[in-house]
């Protein structure tokens, strides 16, 4: 074994924000690296035990949007990496919320020996330019169609070159009991069918973070989607028919509607990554979540 070799088999990660995404991601990395330390953050006591019993780390850590708490901050910032997966929740909360939350976690950064950081952002803010997008085309909040997500991504790569920040965009995430056609069975005379996905399954999410935490952060921005973009109709019959539901009716519309195809070409330079859910078509569901 060789001194890299250690060395890397020792991270320390944080993961803020240990939820729906993260805590599959945490037994992922646990499980192919036996002498990783992996912390996760919760703002649910009920939680707690769960982490614990898998091997993470558990603190409960609410932010209002700063930390309620300090206890435990310290040494949960006392990392190597730092994953930071805090949902926006833009519609919930006040305008500004979110991007006080993420300066409240840099002021943590700022204190701490953190040097590798990857930040889950969402490709919600690209506007529908009717054409395919790539990561060049949102730089500033102006042109965002989420212009907090933006000042938060921009807060962070401020960090550089001090530390090395990767930005995710994650397209619509999926998988288990997220099912798109729950969300949508027996609606009539929808106009949206037509529209091209942007989705990514979580597993494909977890094991594409995983490859960057292995192979070494890039101070790039990234968007992260399924390489098929099949239509939404497709997509809404395919899973209601899976778990007899009633599909959703189509009607035509008077024009085309608005779309994007989130382009997936800068991260498949960057990174070797096979997807295990390449087409939405064929992603995996249960009605229980197995995985979290």
């Given at each position: 074994?060789t001194?890299n070799d250690?060395?890397?088999?020792?991270k320390?990660?944080?993961?803020?924000?240990?939820?729906?995404?993260g805590?599959?991601?945490?037994?992922?990395?646990?499980?192919?690296?036996?002498t990783?330390?992996i912390?996760?953050s919760?703002?649910?006591m009920?939680?707690?035990?769960?982490?614990?019993?898998?091997?993470?780390?558990?603190?409960?850590?609410p932010?209002?949007?700063d930390f309620?708490?300090?206890?435990?901050?310290?040494?949960?910032f006392d990392?190597?990496?730092l994953?930071?997966?805090?949902?926006?929740r833009?519609?919930?909360?006040?305008?500004?919320?979110?991007?006080?939350q993420?300066?409240?976690?840099?002021?943590?950064?700022n204190?701490?020996?953190i040097?590798?950081?990857?930040f889950?952002?969402?490709?919600?803010?690209?506007?529908e330019?009717n054409?395919?997008?790539?990561?060049?085309?949102v730089?500033?909040?102006?042109?965002?169609?989420?212009?907090?997500?933006?000042?938060?991504?921009?807060?962070l790569?401020?960090?550089?070159?001090?530390r090395?920040?990767?930005?995710?965009?994650?397209?619509?995430?999926?998988g288990?009991?997220?099912?798109?056609?729950k969300?949508?069975?027996g609606?009539?005379d929808?106009?949206t069918?037509?529209?091209?996905?942007?989705?990514?399954?979580?597993?494909d999410a977890?094991?594409?973070?995983?490859?960057?935490?292995?192979t070494?952060?890039?101070?790039?921005?990234?968007?992260?989607?399924a390489?098929?973009h099949?239509?939404?109709?497709?997509?809404?019959?395919?899973?209601c028919?899976?778990?007899?539901?009633?599909?959703?009716?189509f009607?035509e519309?008077n024009?085309?509607?608005e779309?994007?195809?989130?382009?997936g070409?800068?991260?498949?330079?960057?990174?070797?990554?096979?997807?295990k859910?390449?087409?939405?078509?064929?992603?995996?569901?249960?009605?229980?979540?197995?995985?979290?």
């Amino acid at each position: 074994m060789t001194d890299n070799d250690s060395k890397v088999e020792k991270k320390q990660i944080s993961i803020l924000g240990c939820g729906w995404l993260g805590f599959p991601l945490a037994q992922r990395l646990l499980s192919q690296h036996s002498t990783w330390e992996i912390n996760g953050s919760t703002t649910s006591m009920l939680k707690m035990n769960g982490f614990v019993q898998k091997g993470i780390s558990a603190y409960m850590l609410p932010m209002n949007p700063d930390f309620v708490t300090k206890e435990g901050l310290d040494t949960f910032f006392d990392v190597d990496t730092l994953l930071i997966s805090l949902p926006p929740r833009l519609t919930k909360n006040e305008p500004g919320f979110y991007v006080k939350q993420i300066e409240s976690v840099i002021a943590e950064i700022n204190q701490s020996r953190i040097r590798d950081i990857i930040f889950i952002s969402s490709t919600g803010i690209y506007p529908e330019l009717n054409r395919i997008v790539v990561e060049d085309d949102v730089k500033t909040p102006e042109e965002s169609e989420s212009p907090e997500m933006v000042v938060a991504e921009n807060l962070l790569i401020a960090l550089r070159p001090d530390r090395n920040v990767s930005i995710l965009r994650l397209g619509g995430l999926l998988g288990y009991n997220r099912i798109p056609g729950k969300y949508v069975q027996g609606k009539k005379d929808m106009t949206t069918g037509s529209i091209p996905v942007n989705y990514i399954h979580r597993d494909d999410a977890a094991g594409i973070i995983a490859t960057i935490l292995e192979t070494g952060i890039s101070n790039e921005t990234f968007n992260v989607v399924a390489p098929v973009h099949t239509t939404r109709r497709e997509v809404y019959e395919t899973s209601c028919a899976q778990f007899g539901w009633e599909a959703p009716t189509f009607a035509e519309a008077n024009e085309q509607p608005e779309f994007k195809v989130i382009s997936g070409e800068k991260l498949d330079k960057h990174y070797c990554y096979a997807f295990k859910f390449p087409d939405p078509l064929q992603f995996y569901y249960s009605l229980e979540d197995h995985g979290a």
